[in-house]
T-cell receptor, first 114, second 116 residues
Framework: DAMVIQNPRYQVTQFGKPVTLSCSQT?????MYWYQQKSSQAPKLLFH???????NEADTPDNFQSRRPNTSFCFLDIRSPGLGDAAMYLC?????????????FGPGTRLTVL | AQSVTQLDSHVSVSEGTPVLLRCNYS??????LFWYVQHPNKGLQLLLK??????LVKGINGFEAEFKKSETSFHLTKPSAHMSDAAEYFC??????????????FGKGTHLIIQP
C-alpha cells in the first residue's frame, strides 16, 4: 500500500543535542509538510516543500530546518532542541494540482527532550 | 484568509447513541473541508472530505458530514457511537485558491468520549 512512513516513532534527545526526524513516502506526491503538534493542541505547520522549493512558515523558529534530497524523503532537523520542542512531529504529503489539497499523514514521531 | 471553529472541546456520549461534532468555517474562496481523527499517539486519519460535489458526504466507520454553505457549517455525525470512536477529531479547511500547496487550517479539536 502507498503510504507515509516516519522514523523513528519515538525519539529521545538531550537538551541542546541535534536531532533528525525522517519521513518517506511511496505516494509520489510533490508536496511534503512538517507539522508540530503539542499535547492537546492542533497540528501547527512548520514548513513544506513543493518539489525542491522550500516554504517556511513565518513563525517557525530558526532552530528548525528541513531537507528534501529527493521526492521520496524529507528530514526535519532540530539544531538545538529545547524543552519546549517536545512534541509529536507529523509528516504529510499531497499532490499539488489536486482539487482539494487532501493531505496524507504519517503516524508521527514523538520527541522527548531531557 | 480561512479559519475553523470547533464549537466543543469535549463531547461525551453513551455507546449506541448518536454523535454530533460541530464545526464552523470561514473561507474567502470555495473551500475544501475535511474531518480527521487521531487516536492516542497515532497520526491523523482522514474520515471524510467535501470538495464541492455532494453536500452530504459519507466517510469511513459510519461517519458522515453535511456541508451547509448558508450556515458555514460542516458538522460531523454518526448514528450510533462505538467505543472505538473515542479519539480526537479535527475539522480542517483548505483554501483551494492557492492551488493546493499550502498547509491546512485546523480547528482546535474535539475530544470524543464514549461512555459504556
Amino acid at each position: 500500500d502507498a503510504m507515509v512512513i516516519q522514523n523513528p516513532r519515538y525519539q529521545v534527545t538531550q537538551f541542546g543535542k541535534p536531532v533528525t526526524l525522517s519521513c518517506s513516502q511511496t505516494l509520489n506526491h510533490n508536496v511534503m509538510y512538517w507539522y508540530q503538534q503539542k499535547s492537546s493542541q492542533a497540528p501547527k505547520l512548520l514548513f513544506h516543500y513543493y518539489d525542491k522549493d522550500f516554504n517556511n512558515e513565518a513563525d517557525t523558529p530558526d532552530n528548525f530546518q528541513s531537507r528534501r534530497p529527493n521526492t521520496s524523503f524529507c528530514f526535519l532537523d532540530i539544531r538545538s532542541p529545547g524543552l519546549g520542542d517536545a512534541a509529536m512531529y507529523l509528516c504529510a504529503t499531497s499532490r499539488r494540482g489536486s482539487t482539494n489539497n487532501e493531505q496524507f499523514f504519517g503516524p508521527g514521531t514523538r520527541l522527548t527532550v531531557l | 484568509a480561512q479559519s475553523v471553529t470547533q464549537l466543543d472541546s469535549h463531547v461525551s456520549v453513551s455507546e449506541g447513541t448518536p454523535v454530533l461534532l460541530r464545526c464552523n468555517y470561514s473561507s474567502s474562496y470555495s473551500p475544501s473541508l475535511f474531518w480527521y481523527v487521531q487516536h492516542p499517539n497515532k497520526g491523523l486519519q482522514l474520515l471524510l472530505k467535501y470538495t464541492s460535489a455532494a453536500t452530504l458526504v459519507k466517510g469511513i466507520n459510519g461517519f458522515e458530514a453535511e456541508f451547509k454553505k448558508s450556515e458555514t457549517s460542516f458538522h460531523l455525525t454518526k448514528p450510533s457511537a462505538h467505543m472505538s470512536d473515542a479519539a480526537e477529531y479535527f475539522c480542517v479547511v483548505s483554501d483551494r485558491s492557492g492551488g493546493g500547496a499550502d498547509g491546512l487550517t485546523f480547528g482546535k479539536g474535539t475530544h470524543l468520549i464514549i461512555q459504556p
